[in-house]
C-alpha cells in the first residue's frame, strides 16, 4: 500500500527533498522481512512480515526529524535510484530501497554486509540514515 501512496494522494514533497514523497527499506528478518516506511507527510512505520511492529510513529518528534532527514539524504542520492520499482522484494542477502517519487517509483538493492556496516557502498549516507530512522521508531516510547 505504501508504494502506492502518490497515486492514492499522499501530499507533494517539502522543498527539502523536492523530488522524494517517500521511501520503503525491506530487510530481511526472522525468516521473512522487516518492512520501514518514511512518507512526505509524516507517515513513519516499522513493521514485520510475520505480525508485528510499530505503526504511525511519525507523530514523535524525534522520529519525524529522522524520517525527513533520511528523504533530504535519499534526494541528495536520488541518481543511485534508477531502476523503475516492480514492488517485489529483495533477493536474499540484499536490502532493498524503493524511493517514492511524483514521478513514479525507482528502487535500488544494497548488499545486507553493506546494510549493517560489514562492508563500504557508495549508498553509505542513505543506510546510515536508514539506521538511525530505526533507531528513533525503536527508542520512541509509546511508538
Known amino acids: 500500500m505504501a508504494l502506492d501512496a502518490v497515486s492514492g494522494g499522499l501530499p507533494p514533497p517539502s522543498p527539502g527533498h523536492p523530488d522524494v514523497s517517500g521511501a520503503v527499506v525491506d530487510v530481511a528478518a ?3 522481512f522487516a518492512t520501514l516506511t518514511a512518507l512526505t507527510d509524516g507517515t513513519t512505520s516499522l513493521y514485520t512480515s510475520g505480525g508485528g ?3 504511525g510513529a511519525g507523530s514523535h518528534a524525534a522520529v519525524a526529524q529522522a524520517t525527513e532527514n533520511l528523504l ?3 534526494q541528495a542520492h536520488l ?3 534508477q531502476r523503475p520499482d516492480d ?5 536474499a542477502g540484499m536490502v532493498r530501497f524503493h524511493v517514492l517519487t511524483p ?3 525507482r528502487f535500488e538493492d544494497v548488499p545486507e554486509d553493506s546494510f ?5 557502498h557508495e ?3 542513505v543506510i546510515a540514515a536508514t539506521q538511525q530512522l530505526i533507531t528513533a521508531v525503536r527508542e520512541t516510547p509509546g511508538a
Open 30 to 32: 526472522q525468516g521473512g
Open 53 to 55: 511492529g510499530t505503526i
Open 72 to 74: 533530504s539524504v535519499l
Open 79 to 81: 541518481d543511485a535510484f
Open 87 to 91: 514492488g517485489s522484494l529483495p533477493e
Open 103 to 105: 514521478s513514479g517509483t
Open 116 to 120: 549493517w556496516g560489514r562492508a563500504p
Open 123 to 125: 549508498l553509505l549516507p
